[in-house]
């Protein structure tokens, strides 16, 4: 189910983060307490796929996580772009592959945060790691938000 905010998400429990793309997943999950966010490898998705929705639920299911945050790019002024679109379509997708609760998180320059706290990383390692490390901050800024409600 989709939530709107994070008032009814689990406050325990494994954490699943994602960064959404077109070519790559990022994947990000909490410890069960939610102290502590550990990357996971990045799917990478050949030209065409459309199973991400499958992938990012069976990722679930083996993670054994109660509930999915993914990260939603906006514009620096809040608009919506073509990929806001493309990554609510993945959502409407995922929920039919689970039953976990999903919420939604603006997100925009996470990928300049988490290239920031990578240091200086060689550009095959940069591509390599940059979309789980940004899904690492989605998750660390939902679990703020998640404390928080």
Known sequence: MILPDFKAFPRSGRILGIDWGVRR????????DMNFVFVRDTILLPRGAKNHAVLVADIAEV?????????????????????TVMVREFVLQLEKETDLPICMLEENLTSVQAQSEMGRTRVSDLKERLD???ARVILENAIAMIKRA
Do not use: F, N, Q, W
């Not at 997943?25 to 909490?30: C, E, K, P, R, Y």
């Open 25 to 32: 997943i990022g994947v990000a999950v909490t410890d069960p």
């Open 63 to 83: 993670e054994k996580v109660h509930g999915i945050v993914v990260g939603l790019p906006v514009r620096g002024d809040g608009s919506e772009s073509e990929t």
């Open 132 to 134: 789980s490390e940004s």
